[in-house]
């Protein structure tokens, strides 16, 4: 009876000792390899980085340029209104401005610009340079009247006439800048003296030009 309980008291010994050395080796390895921990996220790690505020575009639109004919018994000359707005940050104080008109088929006429000049020859276009009403930041300029025509009834093609469009080629602002229009040849090409679509003639305003 002694014999056999030695005999177990041995193999318990051995298996608690084999438990042990399982549990040291397990120790060991976890402990080469250590389980990472979780990541934990602080208020300057997670904070979303604010957007930069883009830069306000500065332009100069052209609202809208129409031709006024007068309707029969009414007073006055056919005449251009136009409507410009400045959304710069400055004061316009002069304008230099190219002038096309168009029949209503988007034939470009020949005009007598400035009517009060009896030698002045035709021409397709007209580059008009005035300073007679400065246009303040943000405001829309939308006075009565506009560029008359025709004042010597002279000229019968004025009475065709159905589109004007205009582009800038020089802005002077109020603090002596003066912007120079890097599309105005390219528009002159494209434009003077030749003829253009209607659906184009339509949709050409509103003309925005950028201001850099």
Not at 39 to 60: G, I, M
Not at 68 to 75: K, L, N, V
Not at 161 to 173: G, M, P
Not at 187 to 193: A, K, L, M, Q
């Amino acid at each position: 009876m002694k014999m056999r309980d030695q005999r177990k008291t041995k193999i318990v010994i051995f298996t608690a000792m084999a438990f042990m050395a399982i549990l040291l080796g397990c120790a060991v390895y976890v402990g080469a390899y250590p389980v990472p921990s979780a990541k934990v996220s602080t208020p300057a790690a997670s904070a979303a980085f604010p957007d930069k505020e883009k830069p306000v575009e500065q332009t100069v639109v052209y609202e809208k340029v129409t031709m006024h004919h007068p309707s029969a018994g009414e007073d006055g000359y056919p005449y251009i209104h136009d409507i410009r707005t400045n959304n710069t940050a400055k004061t316009i104080v002069k304008t230099e401005v190219g002038m096309l008109a168009y029949d209503k088929s988007g034939n470009p006429l020949k005009l007598n610009w400035y009517s009060l000049d009896t030698n002045g020859a035709p021409s397709y276009e007209y580059l008009y340079d005035w300073d007679s009403t400065e246009i303040m930041p943000g405001q829309t300029d939308n006075v009565d009247g506009g560029w008359n025509f025709n004042i010597l009834d002279t000229d019968q093609s004025v009475k065709k006439i159905a589109y004007v469009l205009y582009c800038d080629r020089k802005i002077t602002f109020s603090d002596g800048t003066v912007w120079e229009n890097p599309d105005y040849e390219a528009w002159h090409e494209n434009y003077s003296g030749k003829k253009v679509s209607v659906q184009l003639l339509d949709n050409y305003y509103p003309y925005v030009q950028i201001i850099e």
